[in-house]
């Protein structure tokens, strides 16, 4: 049914936001959710904007105070979806610009990034190095004037012992953590935790465990 | 860096509460269907109930357009049984999630469709507040060794108001616990054993009974490093 497929797409999107706003670390893109959503919102501004035309050419008619109703409901629920998407990526281009040189070194966490987003990145880092060289990295002796040195911490890295609040989606029984010594712990559906990122971070990509 | 805080303001949760479901009763005519991305809604007929979302429920109130039908978890009896509840145990009650915010948008937009509109308001502010008392008497039991917290019965207001404190404090924690290192001694014959503290021990906000509490908690463990250790460690 279609319905059921639609329902979710919305709560599968605001679980990806969630994930986003929580971790440290950028997830990979989520090219068929976001497509699906643009297109409802694409087809639903073409039908606001026809009706927005109809009403402006019928000014003195009353029937048309219902069809404004309608656009007005219309455009509310476009603005919904907006203003997640906007957020999404706004948060996805904060942790590019964060970390630029961290993903451009990394294969794997580059690949999370859609088309765009690397462009983005492509043409943020070219200004960033333009701009520490010519305020002062070429006035440094040759041997510090690298900004991708691993070794000497010149790359920032997202911290992945944040911790996090995460729901469990499954019942995983107990869960040993490597921590100084090992601690157990019982997962059961339901529970919430905060928790160190790094503990449960192979648990999210097989969505047994969300980030809330 | 807006964008990048890790937790959700109360505009946010609120804009996320606006998706749940809640039943209304309109006093106008739709014939068409309202097709939003989460399902479609409609057609909509004077006094027949219909369930939406919440955003679209107070948008229509806001125009005197239907009548809100308040939930059941927001009527007095109901409230005045959690508040029993929450005041004789220290576990924390199971509430709706956004029990906060769908209470404070209908208290704002759609007051006269509640029954007892203050006696309402009194009750939920008391829970509130009892919640809110338990919730940091929870806290006070982090100590210097604390891996991580259950926080299982809190509402998505409670919890997003935690988060920036709690995260911060448990990172904290970890970050001093793990900057020590087992110390290295030479090699001298006689060596007095060297121990580090290592404790496992998860905290729950929600505080069951003391005797249970003591049999849940997992006892003190202590390692030793030996010389043996020691010279595993240098190969």
């Given at each position: 049914m279609e319905t059921t497929n639609n329902i979710t797409v919305l709560s599968s999107f605001i679980q990806a936001w969630t994930n986003e706003k929580n971790s440290p670390e950028i997830f990979p893109y989520e090219t068929d959710l976001i497509t699906e959503i643009r297109n409802h919102i694409n087809t639903q501004q073409q039908i606001i904007d026809k009706n927005l035309e109809q009403i402006k050419e019928e000014?003195?008619?009353?029937?048309?105070s219902q069809l404004m109703f309608l656009t007005n409901i219309m455009l509310m629920e476009v603005e919904r979806l907006n203003y997640l998407l906007r957020s999404y990526l706004r948060m996805r281009l904060d942790k590019i610009e964060k970390y630029p040189v961290y993903i451009l070194k990394n294969q794997q966490v580059r690949e999370s990034l859609s088309k765009e987003e690397q462009q983005f990145l492509a043409g943020y880092f070219k200004l960033f190095e333009k701009h520490m060289k010519n305020s002062f990295l070429e006035k440094l002796p040759k041997p510090l004037q690298k900004i991708d040195d691993e070794e000497e911490g010149m790359v920032a890295k997202p911290d992945v012992n944040n911790y996090v609040a995460c729901k469990i989606n499954?019942?995983?029984g107990e869960v040993q953590f490597l921590e100084a010594d090992t601690f157990n712990l019982t997962l059961k559906k339901d529970d919430s935790y905060i928790i160190n990122y790094d503990h449960i971070k192979p648990f999210i990509q097989s969505n047994k465990v969300s980030l809330i | 860096m807006y964008n990048l805080q890790n937790n959700f303001n109360p505009q946010e949760t609120e804009f996320l509460s606006g998706d749940e479901p809640i039943k209304i009763i309109p006093n106008f005519t739709l014939n068409q269907k309202l097709v939003f991305l989460n399902g479609e809604y409609g057609p909509f007929q004077p006094s027949i109930p219909i369930e939406v979302p919440l955003w679209l429920a107070l948008t229509l109130r806001r125009q005197e357009k239907c009548q809100i039908t308040i939930p059941?978890?927001?009527s007095i009896e109901f409230l005045q049984d959690i508040l029993k509840e929450e005041k004789s145990r220290k576990k924390l009650s199971k509430l709706h999630p956004y029990f906060s915010e769908i209470s404070a948008q209908l208290f704002e937009?759609?007051?006269?469709?509640?029954?007892d509109f203050e006696k309402v308001r009194t009750l939920v502010e008391d829970i509130w507040n009892v919640r809110a008392s338990k919730i940091r008497e929870g806290i006070k039991d982090i100590t210097n060794t604390t891996y991580c917290l259950s926080i299982?019965?809190?509402?998505v207001m409670e919890r997003e108001l935690l988060k920036p404190y709690a995260t911060s404090a448990l990172k904290n924690i970890w970050l001093i616990f793990n900057s020590g290192k087992p110390i290295k001694r030479p090699n001298f014959p006689n060596q007095p054993e060297t121990t580090t503290n290592t404790n496992t021990n998860t905290n729950t906000i929600e505080e069951e009974p003391l005797i249970e509490k003591e049999q849940e908690t997992t006892k003190r463990t202590l390692r030793k490093f030996t010389t043996e250790d020691m010279e595993t460690e240098q190969n």
């Open positions: 000014e003195t008619n009353n029937n048309d499954e019942d995983l | 059941v978890w927001l937009h759609a007051p006269n469709d509640i029954n299982s019965d809190l509402t």
